[in-house]
């Protein structure tokens, strides 16, 4: 059973810099960031798998970055140059089993975090 449980969420000036983590149970193959603005779709953020592939949406490509800890058990999120429009809920996803690509789309992941909050000030 995988269970996910993000924090670092928080206030930050556009500009600025924050982390994101999540810590993580089970054996999940692949890993992902999404994030959600109140009446819009879940949108796909970065992800990761156990393969070592990376995929990263275009809007934060060059600015954020996907890691895992070498525990294995911490997934991050280090976000830079952050803009207004990143403001959203930021959720962690699990997907088990293997597949030898990296989606972004959130219906191809099995777990879900509770979200955590990140507002970007203009």
């Known amino acids: 059973q995988v269970q996910l449980v993000e924090s670092g969420g928080g206030s930050v000036q556009a500009g600025g810099s924050l982390r994101l983590s999540c810590v993580f149970s089970?054996?999940?193959?692949?890993l992902g960031w999404f994030r959600q603005v109140p009446g819009q779709e879940r949108e796909g953020v970065a992800a990761?798998?156990?393969?070592?592939?990376?995929e990263y949406s275009d809007s934060v490509k060059g600015r954020f970055v996907i890691s895992k800890d070498d525990g294995k058990t911490t997934l991050y999120l280090q976000m830079n140059f952050l803009k207004p429009e990143d403001t959203a809920t930021y959720y962690c996803?699990?997907?088990?089993?293997?597949?030898?690509?990296?989606?972004?789309?959130?219906?191809?992941?099995?777990?879900w975090g509770q979200g955590t909050q990140v507002t970007v000030l203009s």
């Open positions: 996803a699990a997907h088990v089993r293997y597949r030898d690509d990296v989606p972004l789309r959130a219906v191809e992941y099995d777990h």
């Open positions: 089970g054996f999940p193959y692949m």
């Open positions: 990761t798998n156990n393969g070592g592939q990376t």
